[in-house]
């Protein structure tokens, strides 16, 4: 499944940026989409994620009340919207999918670098 991420960038503490994620080749019924991150020196983390059909969405702690993943179904695109953003925000994003029955991520795209400056 080809994830192509856009909309990276570099911004001020507290600002946003929105994330874009564009799959192909398939429908997602039945997949889970969302996004890591890995912030520089550090370990990739999980940062959320969107049932495709229901539409739930389950977000790390750290970015809970501050970033929204959302989907578009019409154009197999998923996004990412990051407010109140914060230095330690800054990183790599990957934008992910697994089937619903899968335990990990098997799916990846090229990362986009996030850089929040104080």
């Known amino acids: 499944v080809p994830l192509q991420a856009s909309g990276g960038g570099l911004v001020q503490a507290g600002g946003s940026l929105r994330l874009s994620c564009a799959a192909s080749?398939?429908?997602?019924?039945?997949?889970?989409m969302g996004w890591f991150r890995q912030p520089p020196g550090k370990e990739r983390e999980f940062v959320g994620d969107?049932?495709?059909?229901?539409?739930?969405?389950y977000y790390a702690d750290s970015v809970k009340g501050r970033f929204t993943i959302s989907r578009d179904n019409a154009k197999n695109t998923v996004f990412l919207q990051m407010n109140s953003l914060k230095p330690e925000d800054t990183a790599v994003y990957y934008c992910?999918?697994?089937?619903?029955?899968?335990?990990?991520?098997?799916?990846w795209g090229q990362g986009t670098q996030v850089t929040v400056s104080s």
């Open positions: 969107i049932k495709w059909t229901a539409g739930t969405t």
């Open positions: 992910v999918a697994r089937e619903a029955s899968a335990v990990r991520y098997r799916y």
């Open positions: 080749g398939r429908t997602f019924d039945n997949y889970h």
